[in-house]
């Protein structure tokens, strides 16, 4: 058996799988894909808690850390001591824990004097923004004092930060705007498993927590021992040649400028709320601090950046979530006390689907959904129709003298109609959508802890709806955790850490930071839940707090309620949330003082710009670095890479925020797709190179654009819009898996493509 401390050039024999790796990678199938799928047998409920939703929720999170760790300790106890040890080393990890519980200790005296500034009278606008730019000034003062035009700091912060902070670094990266912002409401939007044929729910906390495991045992201590600085340096030095380096490069950038677009979206969503600012203007703000980070520091700057974004991120998501368990529950250990819940929200949904005037609702969507059906059967038709009686409304309240503001109103419902036939049957088509989805019981939310869809012992078609159900969760819950297995930016921070050993404690440390907010998310999923069925709903529409207002003028897909059935009463169907949200308002949904809706936003934009520092840092490095890296070995050659860096980083930044700035789609389904197209394109190609010597340079070349191009591809002909310009009619999908999981698509046919090639190849690149 090889260790991974060794290492394994081109032409050495392939590392070599373990027993306890084996053994470790059987626990971690079982624990993830087969307690999924028996889900639908494991709904005993124990001590409160149905078994199957507690062990989605968290009893696979715990044991997925038990795997990481036990990995660690037994490899790096074969591995034995470090050789030639610094003694200044621990000099200098000495002066990091000093600076580091001082920093924690000056922020929470920095959220005790808001505080009580709030309390003296400090006005919520002036609270907003002295979180927002007392948080950016701090991380730009880091990447001030970081800055370094060194190749090894810049790329990789000289390679010598402590586990645990990398642990730290690593968690802050990865936990992005869609774990912070985005998971909790796609909690409380999806329950266990997402509605229908939608996957979502509890498969993000497996899928992004199962996939460290993979990390941990298949790739990380391997990248590690080979010394590079980016993630398609492996794929030169492995390969060989220029044109494995150029795809990986070229994939790196594309999966990292989708999610890149996500977090800037995010920083624009909080600093606009935070500040009052228009979105456009927040995302630029936002985007400073992004750029004083990574562009004078890299590596090194980022990486003591996202240390002290971690705290401010869990401090902002566990202060609320505990906040809100003890004025429910009495008990400030929400990931704990939460199930006490789970019993009296099943019993409101209950509730819900028997009201009559929550039917009266259900009704009037069918009937509005009716309308639109009826106007897609001749679009023509049925536009020319409706300017006619908008124009004769207009006329009419012109000769009655109606009052000023109806007329303008009017005026203006006119000038929003469709222009043309085929702006009109795609806004209708998303409107008859829209309110097919609302015409079902509890406004198309599935049961908070029912699996899946359907019934797999019921109807034919109930039975279908069933398999396909699971089916996507399975899908998205592989393409997730392959997805994290390949991510540029997250790769590149195993590469920090002085020795492999490090790299194992690293992960080890990682997913502990990362588990303490991925457990508490199930619990403030179900406590706002809770708080809105329980309260809210059933409130006169004039007592509906401020804050639902405030937040539909940042964005009405947030939030939105209407008086559907007329009755001047919330009903739960008329009220409509985004996911992004439920965490961001969490604090106001439940009644908690200002300055923590300042901490939750800052937390959010912490999330967002430490993600964002890194993504943007490996899109530079890959244009740079992999693309336009000619060989130089000098010290002059190293400047010049890293000055071309930072200018690739500052061009492709203001892509991004353009593009964030259109609002293209959803946090999670932005990211969920990045994770597809990293999976799709490194993960085949980089665990066949690290455990089979018989992977060929052409074979990894083909696996690549193969898997890359397959998953491209389903993405693109499943968008609407797509498919309407090319004529296509019907569904393009392929066993009824969703768009979003294209991804296993791609990994199968990369790892087919990579071995076939190979096998055809490999005598030909022997001679």
């Given at each position: 058996m090889r260790s991974p401390d060794q290492e394994t050039p081109d032409n050495s024999p392939a590392a070599v799988l373990s027993s306890l790796q084996l053994l470790l990678l059987g626990v971690w199938f079982l624990a993830s894909f087969g307690v999924v799928f028996f889900a639908h047998r494991l709904m005993q409920v124990v001590a409160g808690w149905p078994l199957s939703y507690w062990f989605a929720a968290q009893g696979s999170v715990l044991v997925f850390f038990i795997i990481v760790a036990v990995f660690a300790w037994s490899a790096n106890r074969r591995g034995g001591r470090p050789l030639n040890a610094d003694p200044r080393d621990s000099i200098y990890q000495r002066r990091i824990h000093l600076r580091f519980v001082a920093y924690i200790f000056l922020f929470l005296l920095f959220l005790l004097a808001l505080a009580l500034a709030e309390r003296a009278g400090l006005r919520k606008i002036w609270v907003g923004a002295i979180f927002l730019f007392s948080t950016v000034f701090l991380y730009a003062v880091i990447g001030i004092y970081g800055r370094t035009s060194k190749a090894s700091e810049y790329y990789v912060a000289g390679r010598r930060i402590p586990p645990m902070y990398n642990g730290m670094a690593i968690a802050a990266d990865w936990m992005s705007a869609a774990s912070f912002i985005s998971m909790a409401g796609g909690l409380y939007l999806q329950g266990f498993s997402g509605v229908g044929t939608q996957p979502g729910g509890l498969v993000y906390v497996l899928g992004w927590t199962g996939g460290f495991c993979l990390l941990s045992l298949l790739v990380a201590p391997y990248l590690r021992q080979m010394n590079l600085y980016t993630v398609p340096d492996f794929f030169g030095v492995r390969f060989g040649g220029r044109w494995p380096r150029i795809i990986a490069a070229w994939a790196a950038v594309l999966c990292s400028f989708t999610y890149v677009v996500a977090q800037i979206y995010g920083v624009g969503l909080i600093t606009s709320r935070l500040t009052g600012v228009q979105f456009e203007i927040g995302i630029l703000l936002g985007l400073g601090g992004v750029l004083v980070c990574s562009f004078l520091g890299g590596m090194r700057a980022v990486t003591w950046t996202q240390v002290t974004q971690y705290i401010v991120l869990i401090l902002a998501f566990l202060i609320p979530v505990s906040w809100l368990a003890y004025k429910q529950l009495g008990n400030p250990l929400a990931p704990v006390?939460?199930?006490?819940?789970?019993?009296?929200?099943?019993?409101?949904?209950?509730?819900?689907?028997?009201?009559?005037?929550?039917?009266?609702?259900?009704?009037?969507?069918?009937?509005?959904?009716?309308?639109?059906?009826?106007?897609?059967?001749?679009?023509?038709?049925?536009?020319?129709?409706?300017?006619?009686?908008?124009?004769?409304?207009?006329?009419?309240?012109?000769?009655?003298?109606?009052?000023?503001?109806?007329?303008?109103?009017?005026?203006?419902?006119?000038?929003?109609?469709?222009?043309?036939?085929?702006?009109?049957?795609?806004?209708?088509?998303?409107?008859?959508?829209?309110?097919?989805?609302r015409a079902k019981p509890l406004a198309g939310m599935p049961l908070h802890t029912h699996p899946f869809a359907g019934n797999p012992d019921g109807s034919p078609q109930d039975q279908q709806l069933f398999d396909v159900s699971r089916r996507n969760f399975l899908a998205l819950m592989f393409c997730l955790m392959i997805?994290?297995?390949?991510?540029?930016?997250l790769l590149t921070r195993f590469y920090t850490t002085r020795t492999v050993a490090d790299t194992r404690n690293s992960v080890t440390w990682s997913l502990l930071f990362i588990a303490?907010?991925?457990?508490?998310?199930?619990?403030?999923?179900?406590?706002?839940?809770?708080?809105?069925?329980?309260?809210?709903?059933?409130?006169?529409?004039?007592?509906?707090?401020?804050?639902?207002?405030?937040?539909?003028?940042?964005?009405?897909?947030?939030?939105?309620?209407?008086?559907?059935?007329?009755?001047?009463?919330?009903?739960?169907?008329?009220?409509?949330?985004?996911?992004?949200?439920?965490?961001?308002?969490?604090?106001?949904?439940?009644?908690?003082?200002?300055?923590?809706?300042?901490?939750?936003?800052?937390?959010?934009?912490?999330?967002?710009?430490?993600?964002?520092?890194?993504?943007?840092?490996?899109?530079?490095?890959?244009?740079?670095?992999?693309?336009f890296y000619q060989g130089e070995s000098d010290r002059a050659g190293a400047v010049r890479r890293v000055m071309l860096s930072k200018f690739a980083l500052l061009v492709v930044a203001l892509m991004a925020a353009y593009v964030a700035a259109q609002r293209p789609a959803d946090i999670l389904v932005l990211v969920a797709a990045s994770f597809s197209l990293a999976g799709a394109a490194f993960v085949p190609v980089m665990i066949m190179g690290i455990f089979w010597s018989g992977t060929t340079r052409l074979g990894a070349i083909c696996g690549m654009l193969s898997g890359l191009g397959l998953t491209l591809y389903y993405m693109l002909i499943n968008v609407p819009a797509v498919r309407m310009q090319l004529g296509l009619r019907g569904s393009g999908r392929w066993f009824d898996i969703e768009p979003v999981s294209a991804g296993i698509f791609g990994v199968s046919a990369g790892v087919v493509v990579t071995l076939l090639v190979s096998f055809a190849t490999r005598q030909q690149q022997r001679s």
């Open positions: 006390a939460y199930g006490q819940q789970l019993p009296k929200i099943a019993e409101l949904e209950r509730r819900l689907m028997d009201s009559p005037a929550e039917q009266e609702v259900i009704k009037e969507f069918a009937r509005r959904s009716t309308e639109y059906a009826a106007k897609l059967t001749n679009v023509p038709a049925a536009l020319e129709q409706e300017r006619k009686e908008r124009k004769e409304s207009i006329l009419r309240l012109t000769e009655t003298q109606a009052d000023e503001a109806d007329i303008v109103a009017a005026r203006r419902e006119l000038a929003a109609m469709p222009r043309d036939e085929e702006v009109a049957r795609e806004r209708w088509t998303r409107a008859l959508a829209e309110n097919m989805e997805g994290t297995v390949g991510l540029p930016h303490l907010l991925y457990l508490a998310a199930p619990a403030l999923a179900v406590l706002v839940k809770y708080e809105i069925m329980g309260h809210l709903v059933g409130q006169h529409f004039d007592a509906l707090p401020v804050w639902i207002a405030q937040w539909a003028k940042v964005d009405s897909s947030l939030i939105s309620v209407s008086d559907i059935n007329g009755d001047q009463v919330l009903q739960f169907a008329e009220l409509k949330l985004g996911a992004d949200i439920v965490m961001l308002a969490t604090p106001e949904i439940s009644g908690l003082p200002y300055v923590v809706s300042g901490l939750v936003a800052a937390g959010g934009l912490a999330a967002a710009l430490s993600t964002a520092d890194g993504l943007l840092l490996t899109i530079g490095n890959a244009l740079a670095h992999d693309l």
